[in-house]
C-alpha cells in the first residue's frame, strides 16, 4: 500500500507561495505516472488536485491558500507503496518530496487494534510549557478516512486518544508548529514537543 501525504499551510493569509510536489523512489529517481492526490483537511478532505507526474516525478506547482492539507502519492496496483506526509505551508515557496518504498512482499498480515486501547499525549513547546488548544489529527499508516479523528488539548495540554491501528500517527499541529509521530500500542503516554 502506498503512502499518504498531508499538508498544512497556516491560517490569515490570502495565498501562500507555490507548492511543488514531488514523487521519487528510495534512490532519488523522480516517479513517473504516480497518482498525487491533495485534499483540503480544513474542509473535510475536499479534494482539490489529482494529477500524474510527468518525467521529473512532479506535478504542476499549487497555489493554495494557507490551512491544512494533505498530499497522496499513490499507484494502484504498481509497485510503490502509498506516501503520506503532513505539512505546514507557509507564505514562502514549499517544496514537498514524497519519497515511496516498493510494495514488499506480504507477511503474515496486519495488527489490528481491538477494543478501546488510549494513550496519553502531552504537547509542550520548546521551553516544556502546556500547549492548550493544539490540534491533533489521528489516523492510521494508510490515512483511511474511517480511522480519522480530530483532537484538541485541554488546559493541561492533554489530549487521550483511541488507537486506530499499530502504528497510530498523531500529527498534531498549532500556529506555524507542526509534528508528525507515530505512537504504538505499547505506548500509554506521549510527550510531543513542538518547534518554536
Known amino acids: 500500500m502506498r503512502t499518504f501525504i498531508v499538508c498544512l499551510m497556516l491560517f490569515g493569509f490570502s495565498s501562500a507561495g507555490p507548492v511543488t510536489i514531488k514523487v521519487e523512489d528510495v534512490s532519488g ?20 488536485v489529482r494529477a500524474l507526474t510527468g518525467d521529473a516525478g512532479t506535478i504542476q506547482p499549487l497555489e493554495l491558500s494557507p490551512g491544512l492539507y494533505r498530499a497522496i502519492a499513490t499507484a494502484p496496483y504498481g509497485l510503490w507503496q502509498t506516501k503520506v506526509c503532513e505539512f ?14 516498493p510494495i514488499p512482499t506480504h507477511g503474515a498480515g496486519d495488527i489490528v487494534i481491538t477494543g478501546s486501547a488510549l494513550i496519553e499525549v502531552q504537547v509542550l513547546n520548546s521551553s516544556s510549557q502546556v500547549i492548550t488548544g493544539a490540534s491533533v489529527l489521528s ?11 480530530w483532537y484538541k488539548t ?30 504504538h500500542a505499547k505506548d500509554s503516554k506521549v510527550v510531543i514537543r513542538l518547534p518554536n
Open 154 to 183: 485541554d488546559e493541561t495540554g492533554l489530549a487521550h486518544i483511541k488507537l486506530v491501528g499499530d502504528p497510530t500517527v498523531l500529527v498534531v499541529s498549532y500556529r506555524d508548529a507542526l509534528v508528525t509521530k507515530e505512537v
Open 88 to 101: 505546514l505551508v507557509t507564505e514562502k515557496q514549499r517544496d514537498i518530496l514524497l519519497r515511496v518504498q
Open 139 to 149: 489516523r492510521d499508516s494508510a490515512a483511511s478516512l474511517s480511522s480519522e479523528k
Open 29 to 48: 529517481a523522480p516517479i513517473k505516472n504516480e497518482l498525487v492526490i491533495v485534499q483540503d483537511l480544513d474542509h473535510q478532505e475536499r479534494e482539490i
